[in-house]
């Protein structure tokens, strides 16, 4: 909240009155997006322009909206475009952070021209000066730190214990290590007594003088449940104003959309100025609350911490259904970034003089000392996340000569934060990392003497799956398949398994038989797991390529509408890579044809 976007704002205008190149990225689509909807207001449509994979708006605008991936790829490509550029603003600069992507942010700016000048915006660096000395190093040129310790709006950070209410840290841990009468006697084993989980409910109904409230909870379905109990709950009186913005937006939107579960359960809790916010919901729905959000009129917004990030919609309180979240792996604490990323979207400037923090805490997974760390003060530095990607290390073999190779490899903010300064006088873990790659992608023949081949070059405009996309679409095994065909191996590839999530009747034909055979008399395809899922994924695949909808395709999974959007928007991008990377004018044509299918059967869906 300390007006970082104003210093965006001033390089945009200047810039674009002066005729030059300002790109602006985000980490995620629906900040892109917004940004692009905010500027388009701001700046004119005419001057704004969008990438970010699947959708491609008026790329020659002076200001460019990409997601960080895209300027990644640009850079390391060396796109001419970047020739023209001043400024690229990172926002949530942050992310480098980022344990499975933050390495895109670290290559953005070591590929970057040396024209290139950066605006980095992130409300949490503790270590923004050593960051600061790194690109100073490797760029060559001054870097500013500009920071704002003081907030506008103070935060009050509280806790919500079952027993105790609204209570301090401290005297949760008191009560806590009041050892279970049963436990001194030796008749229970338990030594902290049995209290049930604090509930949203109560919280709620505590702190009804401190609303707007923006609800964290790191599950979209308990988004959605706690939206319902809440409503259930006679807390808020019905809202005349809701209702009529509802009809008005949805009006001319398709009918199917007004019978999906999530925008019936939204109709059902949004008078009483309740909602939820998720990306499993779909453009339109997202948007809806958004706007009502906007106009004041929602009390308390359900939400996934992707809300926290960047969208600039503050609340008086913020409160944390749990301290403790999946990461992918395991269950775990917070880190103290995390915490203050999402506690930070309390308190509205020139709204209110203070802000309100609620976390509720389970005595179950109570750790005092964790959570005191993670509460206190964000002292959690960015740490580099650098790793070599199949697509950076065939990029730097087409455009760069060994010695070149050696200097990038020692200017990433590993090597920096390690040594404290960049020496590429000295081999590095990443010269070592390079050359096993290097050779194992040799042996693989997309590179050979030095240079890549053919399947090589193919692979270098691909981001991700790069061999696996190769040994498809750059050797003779697509020959003979048809549009389905590829359909299902783009599907195979952009799959992500859960393990929840279901297919309700799948489709088996002469073409999946046929596809099944040649991917297992392929040595390198029979190897691949990616392929496990086929059969399940023509329950998705199917019905689109028989020109059937987003929401006929919905009733067969039980994946969330946003997800099931998002898988075929993941497909649109790879689809359109491949097309990029080859000369085969017939693949061309044939990847034209599957974008069209899938257009078709997002074709009532927002393209933003």
């Known amino acids: 909240g300390s007006g970082k976007t104003l210093i965006a704002d001033y390089i945009i205008k200047r810039d674009i009155e002066k005729g030059i190149k300002v790109v602006y990225t ?193 599950s979209r379905q308990k988004c959605q449940n706690f939206a319902f109990e809440l409503s259930k709950a006679g807390l808020f009186a019905l809202d005349s104003r809701i209702s009529p913005i509802i009809r008005e937006k949805l009006s001319s939107a398709q009918k199917e959309i007004n019978e999906l579960k999530s925008t019936k359960l939204l109709r059902q809790v949004l008078p009483y100025g309740i909602a939820f916010h998720h990306a499993g919901l779909i453009p339109i729905i997202k948007e809806l609350v958004e706007d009502l959000f906007s106009k004041g009129l929602i009390k308390v917004l359900y939400t996934t911490e992707t809300f926290a990030v960047g969208i600039n919609m503050p609340a008086k309180s913020v409160c944390f259904e749990s301290l403790r979240k999946f990461d992918g792996v395991s269950f775990r604490f917070l880190n103290s970034k995390e915490y203050f990323q999402i506690a930070g979207r309390a308190g509205r400037r020139g709204i209110d003089k203070e802000g309100f923090v609620y976390a509720m805490i389970t005595r179950r997974d109570f750790d005092y000392s964790a959570i005191m760390r993670m509460s206190l003060k964000d002292v959690d530095p960015i740490k580099s996340q650098f790793r070599l990607s199949v697509n950076t290390v065939l990029n730097m073999v087409n455009s760069h000569t060994p010695k070149e190779i050696d200097e990038i490899l020692s200017k990433n903010f590993f090597v920096f934060q390690k040594y404290g300064k960049v020496d590429s006088s000295k081999k590095n873990i990443f010269s070592h990392k390079f050359a096993a790659l290097s050779l194992k992608l040799g042996k693989l023949g997309y590179i050979k003497d030095g240079k890549l081949t053919e399947k090589g070059l193919f692979s270098s405009r691909i981001y991700s799956e790069e061999v696996l996309t190769g040994e498809i679409f750059s050797t003779s095994f697509y020959l003979d398949l048809n549009e389905y065909q590829i359909m299902l191996l783009i599907a195979c590839i952009c799959y992500e398994p859960r393990e929840k999530t279901e297919f309700y009747k799948t489709y088996n034909s002469e073409f999946l038989n046929s596809l099944r055979k040649k991917i297992r008399s392929d040595f390198f395809t029979s190897k691949e797991k990616k392929f496990d899922h086929i059969e399940q994924l023509t329950a998705l695949i199917h019905p689109c390529y028989h020109n059937e909808t987003i929401f006929d395709i919905v009733k067969n999974t039980n994946l969330l509408e946003g997800d099931l959007i998002r898988f075929f928007r993941q497909m649109l991008d790879r689809i359109n890579q491949v097309k990029q990377a080859t000369n085969d004018m017939r693949l061309q044509q044939a990847l034209k044809s599957c974008q069209e299918i899938i257009l078709n059967c997002l074709r009532d869906i927002d393209a933003v």
């Open 26 to 218: 985000a980490p995620i689509k629906a900040l892109s997006n917004q940004k692009y909807r905010e500027f388009c207001n701001d700046h004119g449509k005419e001057n704004i322009g969008l990438l970010t994979g699947d959708v491609s708006k008026n790329q020659s605008a002076p200001v460019l909206i990409m997601t960080t991936e895209i300027y990644r790829n640009m850079a390391l490509t060396q796109d001419e475009m970047l020739d023209r550029i001043s400024y690229v603003i990172f926002d949530e600069i942050h992310y480098i952070n980022d344990v499975e992507r933050g390495y895109v942010w670290e290559e953005s700016i070591i590929f970057s021209k040396y024209n290139v000048r950066f605006l980095c915006l992130s409300a949490t660096i503790p270590n923004a000066a050593e960051f600061a000395s790194w690109i100073s190093s490797i760029k060559g040129h001054k870097v500013d730190v500009i920071k704002h310790d003081k907030r506008q709006v103070p935060l009050h950070k509280s806790f919500y214990d079952s027993e105790l209410g609204i209570t301090g840290l401290d005297d949760i841990k008191e009560i806590i290590d009041i050892p279970d009468y049963k436990y001194v006697q030796g008749q229970s084993r338990h030594r902290r007594p049995r209290v049930n989980a604090p509930n949203h409910v109560s919280l709620i109904k505590d702190i009804k003088d401190k609303l707007p409230c923006f609800f964290f909870s790191f």
